[in-house]
């Protein structure tokens, strides 16, 4: 940030700024992922047009993995 970098995007570019939140990039199955935390709260994009992310981000929510948080659907800002 100091150095002027961007962080931006729909999906890994918008849960970096956050704690965690829930990732299919590594591996390649949706996982809990530790971000920046930037913003002090979790993450989860993909929200409405994946339809096992909503779920697993509730149930981390209520399992205390995760503080609440936003969930993002595509396309969204």
Do not use: Q
């Not at 990039?25 to 930037?38: A, H, I, M």
């Not at 697993?56 to 399992?63: D, F, G, T």
Request: contains cysteine; negative net charge; charged residues 20%.
């Amino acid at each position: 940030m100091e150095k002027g970098i961007v962080l931006a995007g729909g999906s890994a570019g918008s849960l970096a700024w956050f704690d965690n939140g829930t990732t299919d990039s590594r591996p390649k199955e949706l996982s809990v992922v530790e971000c920046l935390g930037f913003l002090p709260y979790s993450h989860s994009p993909h929200y409405h047009s994946e339809e096992y992310r909503r779920p697993l981000y509730h149930k981390n929510i209520l399992n205390g993995i995760f503080k609440a948080g936003y969930a993002m659907d595509d396309y969204s800002g």
